[in-house]
């Protein structure tokens, strides 16, 4: 949802509709999205959650500092992306990501301040976690009485 980089900050969730912005909190490297009229607050994503961006993405290239002509990246031209939890084995690295429809991933804490993008759809979640949707058993059909 938020990465551990940004829980200390004010968050909630994401809503279908919110307008975000990438923006910084705290540090540079702890990046999020924020709610454009909410600009301290951390909006939570779940994964899964579908998002629509206004522009293509752009993000800091992992030499960027080394070379400043690698600065930023630019997705590939895609304005859809869908969120994803990556690395979650690894303990004390950004697990909050965008996928894009051509299967890149980048880093949400990669991605450059002021951005925006709009909550399409959030994922489906069953009211009871514990509740898996199974079909129902086929019941054998009764046979009418009715003789010929």
């Not at 509709?17 to 540079?28: E, H, M, Q, S, Y």
């Not at 429809?101 to 009211?127: D, E, F, R, W, Y």
């Amino acid at each position: 949802m938020c990465d551990y980089s940004i829980r200390h900050v004010a968050s909630r969730r994401a809503k279908v509709g919110d307008r975000l912005v990438t923006t910084t909190f705290d540090k540079p490297e702890n990046r999020g999205f924020a709610a454009v009229r909410e600009p301290e607050v951390a909006v939570c994503l779940l994964p899964g959650t579908e998002l629509a961006l206004e522009s293509v993405v752009e993000y800091d290239h992992v030499f960027g500092r080394l070379f400043p002509s690698l600065r930023s990246r630019k997705t590939g031209g895609h304005k859809v992306a869908r969120f994803r939890q990556v690395n979650m084995n690894e303990v004390g690295v950004h697990h909050d990501a965008l996928e894009f429809p051509n299967g890149k991933s980048v880093l949400v804490a990669s991605l450059l301040p002021g951005q925006h993008a709009t909550v399409l759809q959030l994922p489906a979640i069953p009211s009871d976690a514990r509740q898996v949707e199974r079909p129902e058993p086929e019941m054998p059909q009764e046979r009418s009485a009715v003789t010929a």
